[in-house]
């Protein structure tokens, strides 16, 4: 079983940057894909951005590009997402999630999920 914690989220003002963490524990996968979801309110759960974890390829929703960085500390066994000039759009419950020994794609399927990390950004 794999666990995952995120943490760094809270409340910004439009503009700002904050840098969220995933944490891994348990058994992990050299091939998977480590992912960042998110919920806004009222809304169904999006794809925000994925990194390949062996290759550290990365890939992104169109309205994040060039603001959201992802990327990995293999030693920490730990992703991030760097969130720079935050919309109010971007308000929403952000999940990391991992995939399985299988494989998976940019978007899925992944197995495993954290708690979720509230980003709420003000106008």
């Known amino acids: 079983q794999v666990q995952l914690v995120e943490s760094g989220g809270g409340l910004v003002q439009a503009g700002g940057s904050l840098r969220l963490s995933c944490a891994a524990s348990?058994?992990?996968?050299?091939?998977?894909?480590r992912g960042w979801f998110r919920r806004p309110p009222g809304k169904e759960r999006e794809f925000v951005a994925a990194?390949?974890?062996?290759?550290?390829?990365?890939n992104y929703r169109n309205s994040v590009k060039g603001r959201f960085t992802i990327s990995r500390d293999n030693a920490k066994n730990t992703v991030y997402l760097q969130m720079n000039n935050l919309k109010p759009e971007d308000t929403a419950v952000y999940y990391c999630?991992?995939?399985?020994?299988?494989?998976?794609?940019?978007?899925?399927?992944?197995?495993?999920w954290g708690q979720g990390t509230q980003v709420t950004v003000s106008s």
């Open positions: 999630a991992a995939s399985g020994p299988d494989g998976s794609s940019w978007w899925g399927p992944y197995d495993y």
């Open positions: 990194i390949i974890w062996s290759s550290g390829s990365t």
């Open positions: 348990g058994r992990t996968f050299s091939s998977s894909y």
